[in-house]
């Protein structure tokens, strides 16, 4: 049975309605991982069925297919716009590597996305500003690394950080491995929208999965807000939605 927890650490069971304390700001859900992908496409498909355009941003992280293909058996998306969070920095902008080229090729494609914007690493501060453009972005919808990273912003990211170019970690290079065929190959730094671009979203939703995760999850949840986990600056956001599987859920 899904639990459903607050920054305060009462535990809820039923349905996915989140429930909280008056003050609380984190939002914690606990289920399977199947059952999370697919609570997490019913509140994105609601928030859209109530405002249509919305301003979207995704990470193209890996552990979020199952979300992905959960949102594309939902009609819901055709009007939004969308703004990609981070991509790596690479020769040609159109790279079958890039997070772009996999988010059109998988996501967009099949939810009738066309209005995609996506930052351009010559200009990287000129992001944020057709970011406000739209209106700021409604909804966030996040991976994490392993050490805490979002989008690619690295630990020791500036708390006020805006769109920037970022050298990545061993860390986080590791993890796009796969993607680029070997650690060599994976690309020395990424664009990504900054820690205080990513606050300033009206909804943060943080889907995180696997035992693996455990420990940087417990840092998120109870650990000060310091930049050298850059996913515990999000306890300060005013509407951020945590979930986790059992396995990454096991040490909070």
Not at 162 to 185: K, P, Q, W
Request: glycine residues 6%; contains cysteine; aromatic residues 8%.
């Amino acid at each position: 049975m899904m639990a459903i927890l607050t920054a305060s650490r009462t535990i809820f069971s039923g349905s996915w309605q989140i429930i909280s304390n008056e003050g609380d700001f984190l939002k914690i859900i606990v289920d399977s991982k199947e059952n999370i992908s697919k609570t997490v496409a019913d509140m994105m498909a609601e928030r859209l069925t109530l405002k249509p355009e919305s301003v979207l941003s995704f990470t193209a992280d890996k552990s979020l297919v199952p979300i992905f293909s959960e949102l594309c058996g939902r009609n819901c998306c055709e009007n939004a716009v969308f703004f990609n969070l981070c991509d790596y920095v690479v020769p040609k902008a159109d790279s079958e590597e890039t997070s772009l080229h996999l988010l059109r090729s998988s996501l967009f494609s099949k939810l009738g996305i066309t209005h995609v914007h996506s930052p351009d690493p010559a200009k990287p501060d000129e992001y944020d500003e057709l970011i406000a453009e739209h209106g700021g972005i409604d909804i966030v919808l996040l991976g994490m690394g392993l050490n805490g990273c979002i989008g690619f912003n690295e630990p020791f990211t500036p708390y006020d950080s805006r769109t920037h170019i970022a050298m990545l970690t061993e860390v986080t290079r590791r993890a796009g491995a796969e993607r680029f065929g070997s650690f060599e190959n994976v690309p020395n730094f990424g664009v990504t929208m900054g820690l205080k671009t990513i606050c300033e979203s009206k909804t943060a939703i943080l889907a995180a999965f696997g035992s693996e995760k455990a420990d940087i999850v417990h840092k998120l949840v109870y650990g000060k807000t310091m930049t050298d986990v850059p996913a515990a600056m999000l306890q300060m956001h005013r509407d951020m939605i945590l979930c986790l599987d059992e396995e990454a859920a096991a040490k909070i």
